[in-house]
């Protein structure tokens, strides 16, 4: 297996050094040359496999030769050891043909964990083998930042640094980032939006001098590994309802377009997925994109489900990429007009395959709240409001398949919010009962790509 930029100009790698690479050369972002199809057959025998086999038989035909067989097993196995709940990413029923994925059940409450901790042992191994020092930068809206944290906390020949919108995320996030004591990690608070946050860690992996000087790795959803790792846990919901036999659709609370578009290549792979329904908050600039045709950023507004606060949605690239019949240039085109100020236009064809398999809608806050006290009263399930968004929307898709919506954070990691939505605090997980006790360590810095670049340089090989 290769993979190609969706610029079409960056080197063809294998899977190990596109993991390593994280964003190409090109300002593109990496995708396997084909998704290589599973047969009703294979599919079929996932039934009754562990989480951590399933993800290996899943995601063994991505790794190439990068790994045996046995270490990747291995290394699954690893990632996935701290999880709480044994079947790893449970299923539970909500409404008659409408299901919850709980994914949630990580070290620290959210779907990320899913591909963080997998990458977290996979640079683990690579570094082992290639020796050298390497220092991670990522973006976050909230969630990305503690997962990569506890990830390569003490990792040997790592360094991380974490961007989040200052004041932007929950409290629970940002101490979930700024706790840990380890000397390899730091937390930036940025002065700006998760945009801007993003905008800066792609300009540091364009500055191609600074990139290899301090030997830059992303581990953003940009990352293909993340993506990867997160394809997964579609196949094991829709398995364990029947697939490959009956068909399922997902709904996914979207912000940066990588879960869902995971969704999109288990459904490539041969998933039986009939809809896969995007849930925006009331940054819905997916859901104007797909309603429209006209992607059109107008500034992000912050909400109750602060990881999904993105005007600027990194993996829709991806998609965009298949939705011109992978042209490099095509999509090289309507990036530069976007990074121009204006967005862009999608093609009547290109939005023809995107409909395909994409469905939308959004929610407003009402709504997420309302949709939290609601099914608190009805069902006594407490959602967090990312899942809330993704509830609200997919009751407007449920038909005779099944729906199985993605719960991608536990609710008490937006406590603020759940209160004010059904009068009670949920409690933390007794391994993160001292968070708020913990002492904090950030460095706050401006919007300034020169600013952020000198910080890391000084404080990195730690
Ligand atoms: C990151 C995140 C999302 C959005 O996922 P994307 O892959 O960025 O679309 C939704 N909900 C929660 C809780 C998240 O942490």
Redesign the pocket.
Known sequence: MQYISTRGAAPVLEFEATMRAGLARDGGLYVPDHFPPLTQVEIASLAGLSYEDQAAAIMRPFIGDSFTDDAFRALIGRAYAAFSHPARAPLKQLAANHFLLEL?HGPTL???DFAMQLIGQLFEASLARSGGRVTIVGA?????GS?AIEAFRGVANVDVFILYPHGRVSEVQRRQMTTPDDSNVHALAIDGDFDTCQALVKDMFNDLAFRDAVGLAGVN?INWARVLA?VVYFFSAAVSLGAPHRPVSFT???????????GYVARAMGLPIERLVIATNHNDILHRALSSGAYLPDGVKPSI?P??D?QV???FERALFDAHGRDGRAVAQLMAELKGGGGFHISQGALEFLREAFVSGRASEDETRATIARIFQETGEVL????A??VHVAEGFVSATPMIT?A??HPA??PDAVEAAIGARPGLPAHMADLFERPERVARLPNDLGAVQAHIRAAGAA
Do not use: E, R
């Not at 976050?140 to 990305?144: A, L, M, N, R, Y």
């Not at 996914?252 to 995971?262: L, S």
């Not at 967090?384 to 899942?387: A, F, G, M, S, V």
């Open positions: 949630f959210a779907f990320k976050t809206s909230g969630d990305t997962a959803s997160q996914v609370p979207t912000g940066n377009f990588g879960d869902i578009f995971a489900s990881s999904m993105i949605s990194s993996n967090c409001p990312h899942t968004v993704g993605l991608t954070a990691k937006f």
